[in-house]
């Protein structure tokens, strides 16, 4: 099946700082990308859904200019948590579709942010 | 809004029991069901899937029915194994629309013992 690579897996870093995160599809093409959060032991929280070329469209209550969503590429979309605080941390998981229709979206392995 | 409502945890089994996991949806279109599911620190692997009414899905023994008149999805396997132990998510999606994200679950966890 379809591989979605997302780096890096895990993270800490200090409050204050910038933190990207990267979404790769490594063997088709992605218009559109999924950025999730995943708090402990709960399901996935949908935040922003990034066009290629266009600006993200982001889920009610989720800071656009905390967490900064590029989508350069048909393969690349980035997340960048901004000044992060450790309240930040959180599993953040990238989930992309391929151009053609009637696809399932496939999974990034996730990314552990821990900030400290 | 569409809305997946599964059954929750956590779900503990011995090893060769049955597995039932519930999942019901709310739609307002024709949405494709699936469920995937998480091992401890990974992201999401599609387990299986049904795109319409009445199709069943499976995937390593487990198996799940979409029925449009129960709008539900419940996942089951006849013989659990201490390695099916994870979580869950039952998730819909309109597969017609490319830029449409998937709908979760809340996950449920299973935890099978030898």
């Known amino acids: 099946g379809a591989v979605v690579s997302q780096h890096p897996s895990r993270v800490i870093c200090k409050s204050g700082t910038s933190v990207k995160i990267e979404c790769r599809s490594l063997d088709f093409q992605a218009t559109t990308m999924f950025w999730y959060r995943q708090f402990p032991k709960q399901s996935l929280m949908l935040m922003a859904t990034?066009?290629?070329?266009?600006?993200?469209?982001?889920e009610q209550g989720v800071e656009k200019d905390k967490f900064l969503i590029n989508h350069a590429s048909l393969t690349l979309s980035t997340l960048t948590v901004t000044s992060a605080h450790p309240e930040d941390s959180s599993f953040y998981i990238c989930?992309?579709?391929?151009?053609?229709?009637?696809?399932?979206?496939?999974f990034g392995q996730g990314t552990r942010l821990t900030v400290v | 809004g569409d809305s997946v409502t599964q059954m929750e945890g956590p779900v503990t089994l011995s090893e060769e029991a049955f597995l039932t996991i519930n999942c019901t949806y709310t739609?307002?279109?024709?949405?494709?069901l699936f469920w995937y599911v998480q091992y401890p620190g990974e992201g999401l692997q599609l387990l299986l899937k049904a795109t319409k009414a009445d199709d069943k899905g499976s995937n390593k023994g487990f198996e799940a029915t979409y029925r449009k008149e129960t709008t539900s999805f419940h996942l089951e396997k006849g013989s659990v194994q201490v390695s099916d132990s994870a979580v869950y998510f039952c998730a819909l999606s309109d597969l017609n629309q490319a830029g449409t994200a998937l709908i979760f679950g809340k996950g449920t966890t299973l935890s099978v013992s030898s």
């Open positions: 990034s066009n290629e070329g266009s600006k993200a469209t982001y």
């Open positions: 989930s992309a579709r391929d151009q053609g229709m009637n696809t399932e979206a496939f």
């Open positions: 739609a307002t279109g024709y949405p494709s």
